[in-house]
Each structure stands twice: as structure tokens, then as C-alpha cells.
């Protein structure tokens, strides 16, 4: 039956090219929709887990320097060596702001502290920029169209760019580097913070550390790099994840149903073909099984074809829009064939039934 099912989907080429056509758009939309997604979860908590410290300490209620400014008071600082199990606290500087004429972007410093060059490392710069000077992420500068050595405006201070980076860390709108005191004059809080990056003793338990700090400094969050990462990407995922579910689902229907309409079709003009089958012995099995076959190649061409298209197309659309991070993971692409071939049985079963109702009497028929 599997020649019969072949001869059947490639007698007319047109058709079966529409068909895997129809079913390669649905399959290119949720490979594309699945890598976005995985692109921006990826993405939004590397800032989190780049931090070289045990535990990121932020004023409380606001856990998403994307969305919420934290402000700490430098007396914080003094406070967290009061803490045992606390080793050292250094500084970090970071908020979301006007980059730009009409872009916001990720902005931060790191003040003098105790393991302030590893961290500014950590965040993929080299060194600390001078007074004036901004490093941008790739993804920000080719986005506001900023070349280094030319100006760009950080809120209303113009700084000169000195380098255009694809390491610093941040958030997936893209991020700037600039120099502390910058920074505090562009926030308008010289005497404050935004995170202090928290490193503990050896033999202090960092979940037990947190606690401490959040009972002894009123006023703050004492977050693990993973928790801080979690935290970041649920708020993500709540936003997100129910336009990633409803733009799959769109794209599954749309091929169901293309899938359905080509071999119902091919059905219907075959009932004659069927009536023969049936009429010398073909069992409900085997002429069901020519049904399925035919939605299953188009089905696995299709996403043959989307999967193909989808990588070549994420290329390009990381290329035009840089903001958009594209992950490809070969478990997407997983439950993207378990899609294309879950689609393939739901299509064939009104063929199927189609063929159920045939009468092999059809064949005497005139």
C-alpha cells in the first residue's frame, strides 16, 4: 500500500506542492515563535548569572531592572558587612533609560568596591569607560544607528561612543556601559546604588545569608544569581507565553487544515479507486493506512522544508532586527516534528472516514 499512497499524493505535483507549502509557513511560524521565545528567556536572566557574586541585594519590590528602578542608600553597604556570613559588597549602578532619540536601553556602572574589576569584566567590558564615554552592545548601537567615535544622547547627557561591544551582558533591548560617576549624575543619585553584588564566606550557606539580610536591612531583596534569573524570566514567560501558545496554535490549525483539505480532496476523487480496493479484499486497515501515509509525507515535508527555511530566515531577522535573539534548540525542532506528525493524524481522519463510507458497489455504477 505504501507505492499506491506514494502514486496517489505525487499524481498531481501541483497539489502536493500547495499542500507542503501551506504546511511549511505553519512550520516556519513555530520554529521562528519558539526561538524568539527561547532567544528572550535566554537572554533576560544572563545579566542575573554573569554577576561574580553569591547573592544580588535590590531595594524591595522591585526585582526587574528592566521595569522598576532599585534604589539603595550608600549606608546599605555598611550595613550588609554587619551580616555574617557576608565577605564583601560591591556596588552596582543599573537602570532602564533613554539611549538615544527613541530607544531605552539598560545603562550601568560599577562604582569603586571591592571586586570591581572582576565584575566589570563579568559584564563583558574590558575597563571601566572614561568620564564622557559610553561602551554600547552591539544590538543598541545598531539599533539607534551609533558608530564608535560618534555622540550619542543617554537621557538629555550626550557621551562619546568609545566602543561598540557584542560581549556586555544586559538586558535583550541592549545595554550601555558608562563611568560611575556618570552614571550617578545621569540617575540624579549621588548617594546611592541600585544593587550591591553580595560575595559570602566559604562557610556560610548563601540561602542563609539572604535571610539574614533581608531581616537585619529592612527594605531590600537578597536574591541567588538563579533565583534572580528565575525571578526575571517568570515575569517574561507570564508576559509572553500566552502570545507564544495562541501564535502555535494558529500556525497548527492553519496546517491541519491544509493537510486535511488536500487529501480529502485527493479522497473524494479517488472513491471509485477505493470502491475497487475494497471490492477485491482490501481490509479498512490497509486502505486507512494509504490515507495516513499520504498526510504524513506532506507533513514531514513540510517540516522538512520549515525547519530549513526557519533557520535560514532567523539569520535574517537577527541580521535586520538585532534586538530579536533567535535560540535554536534541537528540542524545539523535537516537538515541532511531534507537532507536524500529530497534525498529520488529526488531518487524516475525515479522509478516513470518507474511505469508511465508501460502497465497493460503487464500482458497477455507471
Known amino acids: 500500500m505504501v507505492p499506491l499512497a506514494r502514486r496517489y499524493l505525487f499524481s498531481d505535483r501541483i497539489r502536493l506542492a500547495i ?27 544572563e545579566l542575573a548569572e554573569a554577576a561574580p557574586s553569591d547573592l544580588w541585594v535590590m531595594q524591595a519590590g522591585t526585582p526587574d ?3 522598576g528602578a532599585s534604589i539603595l542608600p550608600n549606608s546599605v553597604l555598611s550595613d550588609l558587612q554587619e551580616v555574617p556570613g557576608v565577605a564583601a559588597a560591591q556596588p552596582l549602578i543599573g537602570r532602564a533609560v533613554q539611549v538615544g532619540s527613541a530607544r531605552f536601553g539598560f545603562v550601568m556602572a560599577v562604582p569603586e568596591g571591592p571586586f570591581q574589576e572582576e565584575t566589570i569584566q563579568a559584564f563583558g567590558a574590558r575597563s571601566s569607560p572614561g568620564r564622557g564615554q559610553v561602551i554600547l552592545s552591539d544590538v543598541l548601537a545598531k539599533d539607534i544607528g551609533a558608530g564608535r567615535g560618534e555622540a550619542v544622547l543617554i537621557g538629555a547627557t550626550s557621551f562619546e561612543v568609545v566602543e561598540v561591544s557584542s560581549a556586555l551582558v544586559g538586558s535583550f533591548g541592549g545595554n550601555a556601559f558608562v563611568n560611575a560617576q556618570d552614571a550617578e ?8 546604588f541600585s544593587f550591591a553584588l553580595v560575595a559570602v564566606s566559604p562557610e556560610a550557606d548563601p ?10 536591612i529592612p527594605g531590600t531583596n537578597a536574591l541567588t544569581p538563579e ?10 514567560e507570564e508576559g509572553f507565553l500566552p502570545i507564544i501558545a495562541v501564535l502555535i496554535g494558529l500556525s497548527f490549525v492553519v496546517g491541519l487544515a491544509v493537510i486535511a483539505l488536500t487529501i480529502y480532496t485527493s479522497t473524494v476523487e479517488r472513491t471509485r479507486d477505493y470502491g475497487v480496493l475494497k471490492a477485491v479484499g482490501a481490509s479498512q486497515g490497509q486502505l486507512f493506512a494509504v490515507v495516513v501515509r499520504q498526510s504524513m509525507v506532506v507533513a514531514l515535508v513540510g517540516y522538512a522544508l520549515g525547519s530549513g527555511v526557519g533557520l535560514v530566515v532567523g539569520k535574517l531577522l537577527q541580521d535586520a532586527v538585532p534586538q530579536f535573539t533567535l535560540l535554536f534548540r534541537w528540542e524545539d525542532f523535537a516537538f515541532v ?5 500529530v497534525m498529520s493524524a488529526v488531518a487524516a481522519i475525515v479522509p478516513i472516514r470518507r474511505v469508511a463510507r465508501i460502497d465497493p458497489a460503487v464500482v458497477f455504477r455507471a
Open 337 to 341: 516534528l511531534a507537532a507536524a506528525l
Open 19 to 45: 499542500a507542503a507549502g501551506g504546511v511549511t509557513i505553519a512550520v516556519l511560524l513555530i520554529v521562528l515563535v519558539q526561538a524568539l521565545y527561547q532567544g528572550l528567556i535566554d537572554q533576560v536572566g
Open 227 to 236: 533565583r534572580f534569573a528565575e525571578v526575571l524570566r517568570q515575569e517574561l
Open 207 to 216: 540561602e542563609e545569608v539572604a535571610a539574614a539580610i533581608e531581616a537585619q
Open 65 to 67: 531592572p528592566g521595569h
Open 185 to 192: 549624575q545621569l540617575f540624579g543619585e549621588p548617594e546611592a
